[in-house]
C-alpha cells in the first residue's frame, strides 16, 4: 500500500516507521523543506534521538508525495490541521482514507479533528482517527502499544488496523469516532493538572482521585457530545489518560508540573518548547460544558488557573469542600 504521512513530528515519524515495517511504501511529508532535507540526509528526527529511519521510507518537503496515496495520515499539531488538509485536498480521492492522528480541538470552531479535515478537504473522502496511549518515544524503539482506529465506516478502520497492526503495534477498531477523538483531545487537560499536583508536592492518593473523577466528567461531556460510554473507558480514554498523567514523556504533564512549581503559565509553555495540547483545550472544554450545560468543576478549575490566574492552591481547596455527594448515582455523579 502506498501511504503518506503529513507531518513530521515525534509521532508523525514513529508512526511511518510502524508502516514502514509493516512493507507499505511510505512517505513521510514535512512543511519545512530544510528540516525534510535534514533527516532524509542524517536519517534521524531531533525529536526521536538515538533513533534510525529505515532507509525504505522517504522523506520529502514536496506535497506531490501523495499522487496515488491510498492511506493519508495527518500528523500535524491542531492548529495546523487545518490549512495542512487544505494542502493535501487535491492529491485524495474517494478511495483514499484520510486518518487523523493530532490529539485536539480547533480553537474558536470547537470541532473535533475529524471534522476539521472534513471541512477542509471538502469531504472528498473517508476520514478515521488512530488514538490511544502511545508515546512516540517508546513506538520509535518498537515497545508493545495498542491505539483504536475509529471510523463510522467500518471498512475504513479495518483498513487502518491491517495497515498499522504487527506484533508490537497492536490496533482495535472502533465505530465511535466520536468518542474516541474527543477522549484524545479532553485528556491532554487532566494530564496538565496532573503536573500541577506533582509541582505542588501532592502525591499518588491525589492523582488517583484527579484522574478517576476528572474521566467522570470528560465521560458525561463526551456522551452529551454523541460518544459512547465504553470509549471513554478504553484505550482511547482510560489508557491515554493514563499514560499522560503519569509520564514525563507528556508535554502537558510537564507544562503543569512547572506551573505548580511557581512558573506562570507561558513561562511554563516556553520552557516545555512544544505544543501543550491542554492549554488550548481547556478553554475548548470551558466553551463545549458551558453550552452543553454539563458540570465539569476540574476541567472548570484548570481553565481559572491557566485563563484568569487563580492561585492553584486555592483550587485544591476548593474542590476538596465541595458539597456532599454519591458517587453511584447517576444524577450527583460529579
Same mark, same amino acid.
Given at each position: 500500500?502506498?501511504?503518506?504521512?503529513?507531518?513530521?513530528?515525534?509521532?508523525?515519524?514513529?508512526?511511518?516507521?510502524?508502516?514502514?515495517?509493516?512493507?507499505?511504501?511510505?512517505?513521510?511529508? *514535512?512543511?519545512?523543506?530544510?528540516?525534510?532535507?535534514?533527516?532524509?540526509? *542524517?536519517?534521524?528526527?531531533?525529536?526521536?534521538?538515538?533513533?534510525?529511519?529505515?532507509?525504505?521510507?522517504?522523506?520529502?518537503?514536496?506535497?506531490?508525495?501523495?499522487?496515488?496515496?491510498?492511506?493519508?495520515?495527518?500528523?500535524?499539531?491542531?492548529?495546523?490541521?487545518?490549512?495542512?488538509?487544505?494542502?493535501?485536498?487535491?492529491?485524495?480521492?474517494?478511495?483514499?482514507?484520510?486518518?487523523?492522528?493530532?490529539?485536539?480541538?480547533?480553537?474558536?470552531?470547537?470541532?473535533?479533528? *475529524?471534522?476539521?479535515?472534513?471541512?477542509?478537504?471538502?469531504?472528498?473522502?473517508?476520514?478515521?482517527?488512530?488514538?490511544?496511549? *502511545?508515546?512516540?518515544?517508546?513506538?520509535?524503539?518498537?515497545?508493545?502499544?495498542?491505539?483504536?482506529?475509529?471510523?463510522?465506516?467500518?471498512?475504513?478502520?479495518?483498513?487502518?488496523?491491517?495497515?498499522?497492526?504487527?506484533?508490537?503495534?497492536?490496533?482495535?477498531?472502533?465505530?465511535?469516532?466520536?468518542?474516541?477523538?474527543?477522549?484524545?483531545?479532553?485528556?491532554?487537560?487532566?494530564?496538565?493538572?496532573?503536573?500541577?499536583?506533582?509541582?505542588?508536592?501532592?502525591?499518588?492518593?491525589?492523582?488517583?482521585?484527579?484522574?478517576?473523577?476528572?474521566?467522570?466528567?470528560?465521560?458525561?461531556?463526551?456522551?452529551?457530545?454523541?460518544?459512547?460510554?465504553?470509549?471513554?473507558?478504553?484505550?482511547?480514554?482510560?489508557?491515554?489518560?493514563?499514560?499522560?498523567?503519569?509520564?514525563?514523556?507528556?508535554?502537558?504533564?510537564?507544562?503543569?508540573?512547572?506551573?505548580?512549581?511557581?512558573?506562570?503559565?507561558?513561562?511554563?509553555?516556553?520552557?516545555?518548547?512544544?505544543?501543550?495540547?491542554?492549554?488550548?483545550?481547556?478553554?475548548?472544554?470551558?466553551?463545549?460544558?458551558?453550552?452543553?450545560?454539563?458540570?465539569?468543576?476540574?476541567?472548570?478549575?484548570?481553565?481559572?488557573?491557566?485563563?484568569?490566574?487563580?492561585?492553584?492552591?486555592?483550587?485544591?481547596?476548593?474542590?476538596?469542600?465541595?458539597?456532599?455527594?454519591?458517587?453511584?448515582?447517576?444524577?450527583?455523579?460529579?
Amino acid at each position: 500500500m502506498k501511504a503518506v504521512v503529513l507531518g513530521s513530528g515525534g509521532w508523525g515519524t514513529a508512526l511511518s516507521m510502524v508502516l514502514c515495517d509493516n512493507g507499505h511504501e511510505v512517505s513521510l511529508w *514535512s512543511h519545512s523543506p530544510e528540516k525534510a532535507e535534514q533527516m532524509a540526509r *542524517s536519517r534521524e528526527n531531533p525529536l526521536l534521538k538515538g533513533i534510525r529511519l529505515p532507509e525504505s521510507l522517504r522523506v520529502t518537503g514536496d506535497l506531490a508525495c501523495l499522487e496515488g496515496a491510498e492511506l493519508v495520515i495527518s500528523a500535524p499539531p491542531s492548529f495546523a490541521v487545518r490549512e495542512t488538509g487544505r494542502k493535501a485536498a487535491p492529491y485524495l480521492t474517494p478511495e483514499t482514507v484520510l486518518v487523523t492522528v493530532s490529539k485536539g480541538i480547533e480553537r474558536d470552531t470547537n470541532l473535533r479533528m *475529524s471534522q476539521v479535515l472534513a471541512e477542509a478537504t471538502g469531504g472528498v473522502c473517508r476520514v478515521a482517527a488512530l488514538s490511544g496511549p *502511545s508515546h512516540a518515544e517508546e513506538v520509535g524503539i518498537r515497545m508493545p502499544t495498542g491505539c483504536v482506529a475509529a471510523c463510522g465506516d467500518r471498512a475504513a478502520s479495518r483498513l487502518v488496523q491491517d495497515a498499522f497492526m504487527n506484533d508490537y503495534f497492536r490496533v482495535y477498531t472502533s465505530y465511535d469516532l466520536i468518542g474516541v477523538e474527543l477522549a484524545g483531545a479532553l485528556k491532554n487537560v487532566v494530564a496538565l493538572s496532573c503536573g500541577i499536583c506533582t509541582g505542588l508536592g501532592l502525591q499518588d492518593n491525589t492523582k488517583a482521585l484527579l484522574m478517576t473523577r476528572a474521566m467522570a466528567e470528560l465521560t458525561r461531556l463526551g456522551e452529551q457530545l454523541g460518544g459512547t460510554r465504553r470509549t471513554f473507558g478504553g484505550l482511547a480514554g482510560m489508557g491515554d489518560l493514563i499514560v499522560t498523567c503519569t509520564s514525563l514523556h507528556s508535554r502537558n504533564n510537564r507544562a503543569g508540573i512547572l506551573i505548580g512549581q511557581g512558573k506562570s503559565v507561558q513561562e511554563a509553555m516556553e520552557e516545555v518548547g512544544a505544543v501543550v495540547e491542554g492549554y488550548y483545550a481547556a478553554e475548548s472544554i470551558h466553551q463545549l460544558s458551558r453550552r452543553e450545560g454539563v458540570e465539569m468543576p476540574i476541567c472548570d478549575c484548570v481553565y481559572e488557573v491557566l485563563y484568569r490566574g487563580k492561585q492553584v492552591r486555592d483550587v485544591v481547596t476548593e474542590l476538596m469542600t465541595r458539597a456532599k455527594k454519591d458517587e453511584l448515582l447517576e444524577t450527583t455523579w460529579l
